[in-house]
């Protein structure tokens, strides 16, 4: 059995030397692995682990880690997996970025039609410094078009919003993109050691989780159990 697992945030370029990128950690994702390796490991042939560069690597000799720096990065190499081999399921936990640098310029070169050399570090004297954005492809929607077979977990993350919304937007990421489950959860009840999840079903049931803890073993145990590969 050949799983992959995206954790961490991606890294979106500025100049040779900034960024822009978010605040995971990559944490979920690293226990994620960890339970699947504890649970099933015999089971697992390999388990290849996109992160970005800030998120742990769990440790195993079936451990296959691939570092991420940007989406095109993520893209790429989840592309090449997926085309390459048969991988029978993608946990993809990855803080993907909406947005990256389309260019970098200041107010008067904006006003004349110019940008600056992003290839090399920007000079930290300018005053008025504008980077432009534009929208990053959505990899998720990828993912089962590159391996229609691939048994797909995708996650959604809001912030204050009510349990029924909540959930039915997570249902309706998974529909749009062919997961067979999403893991919902809220910024604002992430604290400490509580880190409430629902992980939402096509049939729009759920499991509640109250750890990331309990939210890996629950998300290894349906998987697997959906693979038909339940011993360890």
Not at 30 to 45: M, P, Q, T, W
Not at 143 to 153: A, D, H, M, Q
């Amino acid at each position: 059995m050949k799983l992959i697992i995206t954790a961490g945030g991606t890294t979106e370029r500025i100049d040779d030397v900034r960024a822009i990128t978010n605040m995971s950690t990559g944490r979920l994702g690293k226990i994620i692995g960890e339970a699947f390796l504890k649970e099933y490991g015999s089971r697992i042939d390999t388990l290849y682990y996109l992160h970005g560069s800030r998120a742990e690597v769990p440790e195993g000799p079936n451990v296959v880690p691939v570092p991420i720096g940007g989406v095109s990065d993520l893209e790429k190499n989840l592309k090449e997996i997926l085309e390459r081999e048969r991988i029978d399921g993608v946990i993809h936990a990855m803080a993907v970025s909406d947005y990256t640098v389309r260019e970098v310029t200041t107010l008067q070169d904006l006003k004349e039609g110019k940008s600056l050399d992003s290839a090399k570090k920007i000079s930290s004297e300018i005053e008025d410094l504008v980077i432009l954005l534009k929208k990053t492809p959505k990899v998720i929607s990828s993912i089962k078009k590159w391996s229609p077979e691939t048994l797909l977990v995708g996650f959604k993350l809001l912030s204050g919003v009510p349990r029924e919304e909540l959930i039915a937007v997570a249902h309706n990421l998974l529909l749009k993109n062919g997961c067979t489950f999403v893991l919902a959860n809220d910024l604002t009840e992430i604290k400490g050691d509580a880190h409430p999840g629902y992980l939402v079903h096509e049939d729009k049931s759920y499991d509640e989780m109250g750890t990331k803890e309990e939210i890996a073993r629950t998300i290894s145990h349906r998987v697997m159990e959906e693979l038909g590969g339940m011993q360890g």
